[in-house]
């Protein structure tokens, strides 16, 4: 059901949608709806999972729960999966738990390893440029990772645009090729496109993997009126803020109206414009259960958005460069 997508020039194929497990994935988390989502994910098609060393919380968990969910139900599936890691992000105490040393890095590529019981990630991205480490030792890392059979490929993640030029040329003066990008790409964040990464990116063969393309739930309907319980953005420990989805309730309005007299839901029409965009190979969603997952996946089913919608969202909600964007 799902379509692969070619992810830039490599050889390596990727859902449309790939499954994220930043929220709801963590110890605090309900570890029933969490393996019910991964399977309902990797059964329709989802063979690609997106984790990072902090995700949880507390950091480390969402890691250790898929570790212990692959090994238990999905361990002879292990070939038909693209597994990716992150480390950037603070993780654990001291000067070497985050940013971009080797030190770091390597050291949070073997523990994520082993919290997820595997020899061996697919992807392991730089998670945040570091404006304190020099690139050549942060790409040094990515390439050891790589030439030790840790990782099979390196990718960024949320460099801005000239550093990501510079990191790409590093490693590729390294002998190692830049797989994948990741930013973070929806209606109410469109900085890569205004900042042109999407066409760079597709001039050197890289694939984007572009993550929230929901805005982490305030491209659905329930921030339409109001913040309801439960939510995201209504969760102590949820990363979306309350002041975040009131300055975009406006556009929130706008865009659910214009989704309901195209007859679809509002996060139906957010994942058909992403993945209607120049250059995105793939769309990590989030989901709280697996009744949205599915949800979400229906959303593929429906027919390419006309150009006239197209155009509305241009005007509601314009492409702009980072220092101005939003949300
Ligand atoms: N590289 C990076 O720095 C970075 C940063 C952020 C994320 N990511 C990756 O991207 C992934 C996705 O990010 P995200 O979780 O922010 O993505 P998202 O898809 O924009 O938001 C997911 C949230 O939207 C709500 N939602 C999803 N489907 C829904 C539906 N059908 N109906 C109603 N609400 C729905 C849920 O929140 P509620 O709890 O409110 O229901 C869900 O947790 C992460 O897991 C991570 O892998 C990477």
């Given at each position: 059901?799902?379509?692969?997508?070619?992810?830039?020039?490599?050889?390596?194929?990727?859902?449309?949608?790939?499954?994220?497990?930043?929220?709801?994935?963590?110890?605090?988390?309900?570890?029933?709806?969490?393996?019910?989502m991964l399977l309902a994910a990797?059964?329709?098609?989802?063979?690609?999972?997106?984790?990072?060393?902090?995700?949880?919380?507390?950091?480390?968990?969402?890691?250790?729960?898929?570790?212990?969910?692959?090994?238990?139900?999905?361990?002879?599936?292990?070939?038909?999966?693209?597994?990716?890691?992150?480390?950037?992000?603070?993780?654990?105490?001291?000067?070497?738990?985050?940013?971009?040393?080797?030190?770091?890095?390597?050291?949070?590529?073997?523990?994520?390893?082993?919290?997820?019981?595997?020899?061996?990630?697919?992807?392991?991205?730089?998670?945040?440029?570091?404006?304190?480490?020099?690139?050549?030792?942060?790409?040094?890392?990515?390439?050891t990772a790589v030439s030790s059979?840790?990782?099979?490929?390196?990718?960024?993640?949320?460099?801005?645009?000239?550093?990501?030029?510079?990191?790409?040329?590093?490693?590729?003066?390294?002998?190692?090729?830049?797989?994948?990008?990741?930013?973070?790409?929806?209606?109410?964040?469109?900085?890569?496109?205004?900042?042109?990464?999407?066409?760079?990116?597709?001039?050197?063969?890289?694939?984007?993997?572009?993550?929230?393309?929901?805005?982490?739930?305030?491209?659905?309907?329930?921030?339409?009126?109001?913040?309801?319980?439960?939510?995201?953005?209504?969760?102590?420990?949820?990363?979306?803020?309350?002041?975040?989805?009131?300055?975009?309730?406006?556009?929130?309005?706008?865009?659910?109206?214009?989704?309901?007299?195209?007859?679809?839901?509002?996060?139906?029409?957010?994942?058909?414009?992403?993945?209607?965009?120049?250059?995105?190979?793939?769309?990590?969603?989030?989901?709280?259960?697996?009744?949205?997952?599915?949800?979400?996946?229906?959303?593929?089913?429906?027919?390419?958005?006309?150009?006239?919608?197209?155009?509305?969202?241009?005007?509601?909600?314009?492409?702009?460069?980072?220092?101005?964007?939003?949300?």
């Amino acid at each position: 059901m799902l379509s692969y997508r070619r992810c830039g020039s490599s050889g390596v194929l990727l859902p449309e949608i790939s499954l994220g497990l930043w929220h709801n994935f963590g110890d605090i988390d309900s570890q029933s709806e969490a393996r019910g989502m991964l399977l309902a994910a990797f059964e329709q098609g989802i063979t690609h999972f997106d984790l990072a060393n902090n995700y949880g919380p507390p950091p480390g968990s969402a890691e250790r729960n898929f570790g212990r969910i692959l090994q238990q139900d999905l361990s002879a599936h292990r070939d038909e999966m693209i597994i990716s890691t992150k480390a950037g992000h603070a993780m654990w105490p001291g000067p070497y738990g985050e940013w971009g040393s080797r030190k770091h890095l390597l050291a949070s590529l073997d523990q994520s390893l082993e919290r997820m019981r595997i020899p061996y990630v697919d992807v392991f991205y730089s998670h945040r440029p570091d404006p304190d480490t020099p690139l050549e030792e942060t790409m040094s890392a990515l390439a050891t990772a790589v030439s030790s059979g840790r990782a099979l490929y390196a990718g960024i993640s949320k460099y801005p645009l000239p550093m990501l030029r510079d990191a790409v040329e590093i490693l590729r003066s390294m002998g190692v090729r830049t797989l994948i990008y990741q930013p973070p790409y929806s209606i109410l964040n469109r900085w890569p496109e205004a900042e042109g990464i999407h066409a760079w990116l597709e001039q050197q063969g890289i694939g984007s993997i572009v993550f929230s393309p929901l805005a982490q739930g305030m491209l659905t309907d329930k921030y339409v009126s109001g913040i309801p319980a439960g939510s995201r953005a209504a969760r102590p420990d949820g990363f979306l803020q309350e002041q975040q989805v009131i300055a975009q309730q406006e556009k929130i309005r706008a865009l659910h109206q214009l989704a309901e007299s195209a007859g679809m839901p509002l996060h139906h029409l957010a994942l058909r414009w992403v993945l209607q965009q120049q250059g995105v190979t793939s769309a990590i969603i989030g989901a709280r259960s697996v009744a949205q997952l599915d949800d979400n996946l229906r959303a593929l089913k429906g027919p390419a958005l006309t150009d006239d919608i197209l155009t509305t969202i241009d005007q509601l909600c314009p492409a702009v460069r980072k220092d101005h964007a939003e949300a």
